[in-house]
């Protein structure tokens, strides 16, 4: 059964403070994407990323995908309240099949 | 409308209930995607169409029954549920043919079987 599993799954900081979350298998995947959800409200994709090793930055968000292609982290600098949400990553296997992350829940204090 | 929408936002049920849910995309993408996303569990890729034909069935018990009459409707077709079945419901449609592409999600039909 192919699993990814995240790290941590909660995740409680003050506003302004740096956090990396992780995404781990032991499944390669061709492609890695990281999505956040809000309540309410389905996934949004954040960043998509196909090689290993690659690295890819949105703003105050670096995600990298392992050079194996088997586990991804994000990294969120100076984190804000807008930050907060459900974070999930998703391995892409073939063409339509994508697995899901456990999700880590973030929570960005004011 | 735009993007992916999904009625009924909120649905109860009883056991011996028939209900349907309704998805339906407004991108112009030719694959649609219906996932279950439960308290405990990771979201679980349950049916994938592509261009009005099923590519996937990740071993969904039969009481699902989808249908797709075209690329931009989805439908899921609940009977004899349990209540273990109750999870928010997210339909989802990309430009397929590789998953690289990004997946747009609907905001869910929230499920409760009584």
């Known amino acids: 059964t192919q699993l990814l599993e995240q790290s941590p799954q909660f995740l409680s900081i003050q506003e302004g403070e740096n956090l990396t979350v992780y995404c781990n298998s032991s499944?390669?995947?061709?492609?890695l994407q990281w999505y956040r959800q809000e309540p309410g409200e389905g996934p949004v994709l954040l960043v998509t990323?196909?090689?290993?090793?690659e690295v890819k930055k949105l703003k105050r968000l670096t995600f990298q995908f392992g050079d194996a292609r088997k586990d991804s982290s994000l990294h969120i600098t100076a984190a804000q309240p807008g930050d907060t949400g459900l974070y999930l990553c998703?391995?892409?296997?073939?063409?339509?099949?994508?697995?899901f992350g456990t999700g880590t829940r973030l929570k960005v204090l004011a | 409308e735009t993007g992916v929408t999904q009625t009924p936002r909120h649905l109860v049920m009883g056991m011996t209930n028939k209900k349907s849910l309704k998805c339906e995309q407004h991108?112009?993408?030719?694959?649609m995607y219906w996932y279950k996303q439960s308290a405990k569990k990771p979201l679980e890729l349950m049916f994938v169409?592509?261009?009005?034909?099923?590519?996937e069935n990740n071993s969904v018990p039969s009481r699902f029954s989808p249908e797709c009459p075209n690329s931009s409707h989805l439908f899921l077709h609940l009977h004899t549920l349990q209540p273990e079945d109750s999870a928010l419901y997210l339909c989802?449609?990309?430009?397929?043919?590789?998953?690289?592409?990004?997946?747009?999600f609907g905001p869910g039909t929230r499920l409760t079987v009584l």
């Open positions: 989802a449609s990309s430009q397929g043919g590789t998953t690289y592409n990004e997946q747009f």
């Open positions: 998703a391995g892409g296997i073939g063409t339509y099949k994508y697995i």
């Open positions: 990323v196909v090689t290993g090793g």
């Open positions: 991108l112009g993408h030719n694959a």
């Open positions: 169409y592509n261009f009005k034909e099923q590519t």
């Open positions: 499944s390669v995947f061709s492609s």
